[in-house]
């Protein structure tokens, strides 16, 4: 150990390797219900040089390598170790904003840099980045991006990574690869800006694709060392329309046509219970918030932006009401005491330093997956169900509906808020969410981010993707160094 440590420190000299119990501790668990593993060492490098040192002892010495750029709290168990004597990669220090390119929309950043401190820069630039729903203040981009979470303008969502585009990484064979066309010239960013080259297109180099090995592989190929961001300009102006309805059935012809015609830009569905965690403080004023809210709304932005935002807007808002009385439902400019201003504000931002899904009950777990609008309504039949047969209040479950991909497909989300301190609360929690994830997988819910068990359920499913994936790890990956046990890895 005591080799192991001073080589580890030769890599990334003093400061940035540590072996305490106090800060392993904060990595051998999170929220999830994930076997609790203590790491080996923590490292936190500066630059690539030092991963691909890292890599390469790596597999001179069969150590597993976790991959960490987000702060705590986590939730879904893909940063703790799957087995002993692991490395933890922080890479939460290499948080520089390399460029942000105004003419072509572009931010190019480290793997470290974090939604709020993108937007405030973004923002001097006349830009911004598209995010999901109240991701946390410390929440990595780049790590959000890797990983697919949904993002709240689906007419810029033109395939499952956007608006992710181009990264460099070290593979777990130690090779570093530049993806879409930054890996047509030199390995050098610097060099490729004065060529004119702005890390734009994902496909690539050549004819290959690689980001999309590492899209979703939960840090089990490589590590990801800078990526290239899609931005969109700011708006000038922005308001929010919102169009209420009891039943969620109202809504989806409604959120057919609009996604359809790339209505609006912040487009998706919450239910009341949902509504009110993300705007509430506390347990009574969410109740309180609730109380006033309808069973179901729809949040549609409007934006204006440059050349006539006014005369846009209107054009805009004129249309979208006139879709939704075509539907016979009704737009709300917001209830009581909560103006739709504050609702946008909210959704326009990080989640405060408590974080959001914490504020009810003090935890939450989540069960998300893809499907198609016009099956969620039995989704949440099913996931009712299940609640009441637990006993859990269905009323506190908040329900989250994200069209992505240009409305082609939609993210659909339980949040169950419950009290982490109770013991019997929580055994309880961990049944139901085993419980109604077998039951939803059951009924066709896709699964795309497997964290948990929701990998052998998906990869069950599927046995000629498993082989395929483990023959595709087995080159990028020879040793199985990259966070093993994961995915299909175990």
């Not at 072996?19 to 630059?47: C, H, N």
């Amino acid at each position: 150990m005591v080799d192991t440590k001073e080589r580890l420190l030769e890599i990334f000299g003093e400061g940035n390797v540590t072996d305490k119990k106090e800060v392993l501790a904060a990595y051998k668990s999170d929220r999830s219900f994930s076997m609790q593993i203590s790491p080996w060492f923590v490292v936190k490098p500066t630059g690539v040089q030092q991963i691909q040192k890292l890599v390469n002892w790596a597999n001179e010495t069969k150590t597993a390598l976790v991959p960490v750029s987000s702060g705590a709290p986590r939730f879904y168990g893909d940063t703790v170790p799957g087995v002993t004597r692991a490395v933890i990669v922080d890479l939460s220090g290499m948080n520089k904003i390399l460029r942000i390119d105004r003419r072509n929309r572009m931010a190019v950043i480290e793997p470290g840099v974090t939604y709020g401190q993108l937007e405030a820069a973004c923002a001097k630039e006349g830009l911004r980045v598209t995010m999901p729903l109240l991701p946390k203040t410390n929440k990595s981009v780049v790590a959000s991006l890797l990983e697919r979470q949904p993002t709240t303008i689906p007419k810029y969502h033109y395939s499952l990574t956007e608006p992710l585009r181009t990264c460099g990484i070290v593979f777990g064979n130690g090779d570093v690869i530049y993806t879409g066309d930054a890996g047509n010239g030199s390995l050098q960013l610097e060099e490729q800006w004065k060529s004119g080259l702005v890390q734009v297109d994902p496909k690539g180099p050549n004819a290959t694709d690689f980001i999309k090995i590492v899209s979703g592989s939960q840090g089990t190929m490589g590590i990801v060392f800078w990526a290239s961001v899609k931005c969109e300009i700011l708006p000038n102006i922005h308001k929010l329309l919102i169009v209420q309805a009891k039943k969620i059935e109202k809504l989806i012809d409604f959120s057919y046509a609009i996604t359809r015609q790339r209505m609006g830009d912040e487009v998706f569905i919450v239910n009341n219970a949902q509504l009110a965690n993300m705007l509430g403080k506390d347990a009574k004023n969410i109740d309180g918030l609730k109380s006033g809210f309808p069973t179901w709304a729809m949040l549609i932005g409007v934006s204006g932006r440059a050349l006539f935002p006014k005369q846009k807007v209107d054009v805009m808002e004129n249309d979208i009401r006139s879709y939704a009385e075509r539907h016979a439902l009704e737009v709300v400019s917001g209830f009581p005491g909560v103006t739709s201003k504050r609702i946008l504000d909210t959704v326009l931002n990080p989640s405060p330093e408590r974080y959001w899904k914490l504020n009810y009950r003090g935890g939450c777990v989540d069960i998300f997956f893809l499907t198609k609008l016009d099956k969620i309504p039995q989704f949440i039949k099913t996931m009712n169900s299940v609640a009441e047969e637990f006993n859990y209040p269905r009323t506190d479950i908040g329900i989250y509906v994200q069209p992505l991909h240009q409305g082609a497909s939609y993210h659909c989300e339980f949040n169950l808020p419950y009290n982490p301190r109770e013991a019997e609360e929580t055994e309880k929690i961990r049944a139901l969410l085993t419980k109604a994830s077998k039951v939803l997988s059951l009924q066709g819910a896709y699964f795309s981010r497997p964290y948990g068990i929701w990998s052998d359920l998906m990869y069950q499913k599927d046995a000629d993707s498993k082989i395929t994936l483990r023959k595709i790890k087995k080159l990028f990956d020879p040793n199985g160094i990259m966070n093993p046990a994961k995915l299909c890895f175990k």
